[in-house]
């Protein structure tokens, strides 16, 4: 089945740790891609976007996502990660209209950061 | 697993008719749901908490008398749209989370794409 997956289920790092999270996608064609954070008692966040254009997408809180066609990835990465980066990190898929699903979410990795 | 499932999968309906999407945890109890929204080329918005036994909490520029969320039971959450328009023509989904769990992933329904002709 087409599918969004994520390689960890719970991270734990020590602050300025660097941090790569995995994400891989089974679908063919044109894709969006998003990584979302939950942080605890809130609701979901945008942390980037990839639609098209320049792979190395930067985005809010030091985070930054490659997305590589080859491999159907789309990791996300931080160089030095904080204790306020504790939350659940979703990656996602808005896949091609041919599959007929809209909005598809991996299930989520926990990331604690110890201090 | 826990799922959660969302109803209908894709609706059409005409410009001023209302519209209920359901929202239901299958195997779990969940206090507290999250309604989204997606148009086209951008990415999920949050548009309001649904707490069970209360009033939701709409997210700015979210009309409340636009957007009804009822969640009367720890199971089921339901978003209507009402006098729908053609610019409500977006992607709806909902996410919920088991209660007493904090540790418990949260879980996501499969959305909902209503077109308003």
């Known amino acids: 089945a087409q599918s969004v997956s994520q390689h960890n289920h719970h991270v734990i790092l020590s602050e300025a740790a660097s941090l790569e999270l995995g994400c891989n996608y089974s679908?063919?064609?044109?894709?969006?891609l998003f990584w979302y954070v939950q942080y605890p008692g809130q609701h979901l966040q945008l942390l980037l976007k990839?639609?098209?254009?320049?792979?190395l997408v930067k985005g809010i809180k030091g985070f930054e996502a490659e997305f590589i066609k080859s491999k159907f990835s789309f990791n996300l990465r931080k160089p030095s990660v904080q204790w306020s980066d504790t939350a659940e990190y979703f990656c996602?898929?808005?896949?091609?209209?041919?599959?007929?699903?809209?909005?598809?979410f991996g299930p989520g990795t926990r990331l604690s950061v110890l201090p | 697993g826990a799922v959660v499932s969302q109803h209908p999968s894709r609706v059409i309906c005409k410009s001023g008719t209302s519209v209920k999407i359901e929202c239901r945890s299958l195997?779990?109890?969940?206090?507290?749901m999250f309604w989204y929204r997606q148009f086209p080329k951008q990415s999920l918005m949050l548009m309001a908490t649904s707490n069970e036994g209360s009033k939701a909490t709409y997210e700015q520029g979210v009309e409340k008398d636009k957007f009804l969320i009822n969640h009367a039971s720890l199971t089921l959450s339901t978003l209507t749209v009402t006098s729908a328009h053609p610019e409500d023509s977006s992607f709806y989904i909902c996410s919920a989370r088991e209660e007493g769990f904090n540790n418990s992933p949260l879980h996501f329904g499969n959305g909902t794409r209503l077109t308003v002709t």
């Open positions: 996602a898929v808005n896949p091609p209209d041919n599959y007929g699903q809209n909005f598809v």
């Open positions: 195997d779990f109890q969940a206090t507290t």
């Open positions: 679908y063919g064609g044109t894709v969006n």
């Open positions: 990839y639609f098209s254009g320049d792979p």
